[in-house]
């Protein structure tokens, strides 16, 4: 319970990497906001079953205190009101976390700015790089108010990833390149009041969308391996939740500040592994591994 007390915000938790991070948080006894357009009684246009309840509830099984709250980031008003709410009820805030994502069904994979679908780009931009800078905007002053805030921007890609590898499309790209960009930049400003801003990277994620698009659960993910060799290689949405959670309760967190970092490489550093005991270091295996053209082999990766 190496977080008992302290306060955080995961927006963008109703599932995938966010519901694991407030679930590791939850584990480490946080008090723990969950953020999302989907409730029980209602879904975005996402339309995915999960929600926002279900991930509150998942933290407070786990030892923390989940709170549910449904907010649209894109709308300023939403976020100021759970800002203020959190002020009332808490009076801190430790730790914030920006995963706001839901663009996976505006992706048209690898089509040129010319072909790609106008109106989906700019969505998709809106909803990765616009919600993250709102909801910094509203909740930063907050988690500066006490030394020793976290900051954690949620992307996919490291920095040298991204650099130097095209994502899918430009407007994909830019939305992921942005983030570790923004990061950088929160850091430059959170620096002076003791508070750190990082961009973290998990590697391939065994989200909930990802497992039903291989036909399979977590508890059987490996029977995707003799179709998809190199989802040999993913790792759990547990697992970059126990990188933002070591982190938090790390002292000496501000050494990290405005570095791009990703689960594997914080969890050699920290020492944690992911639910079934592995260690997987996916950004590398991509590089050496997958893009090099050889046969899928987790060894010396997991």
Known sequence: MKLAGKVALVAGATRGAGRGIAAELGVAGAIVYVTGRTTRAQRSEYDRPETIEETAELVTALGGTGIAVQVDHLVSEQVRDLVARIRTEQGRLDVL?????????????????????????????????????????????????RPGGLLVEVTDGPADYNADHYRINPFYDLAKVSVNRMAWAHAKDLAPYGATSVSLSPGWLRSEIMLETFGVAEKN??????????????????????????????????????????????????????????RPDAWPYMVEVQDAGKPADVTGYR
């Open 97 to 145: 976390v920006n995963d706001i994502w839901g663009g996976e069904r505006l992706i048209e994979w690898n089509k040129p700015v010319w072909e790609h679908d106008l109106d989906k780009g700019l969505r998709l931009l809106r909803l990765q790089v616009e919600t993250h800078m709102i909801t910094a905007h509203h909740a930063l002053p907050l988690l500066i108010e």
């Open 221 to 278: 993910w490996r029977d995707a391996l003799d179709k998809v060799p190199h989802f040999a290689i993913s790792e759990s949405p547990r697992f970059p939740g126990r990188a933002v959670a070591a982190l938090a309760a790390d002292p000496e967190r501000a050494q990290r500040n405005g570095q791009s970092v990703t689960s594997g490489q914080l969890a050699q550093h920290y020492g944690f592994t992911d639910l079934d005991g592995s």
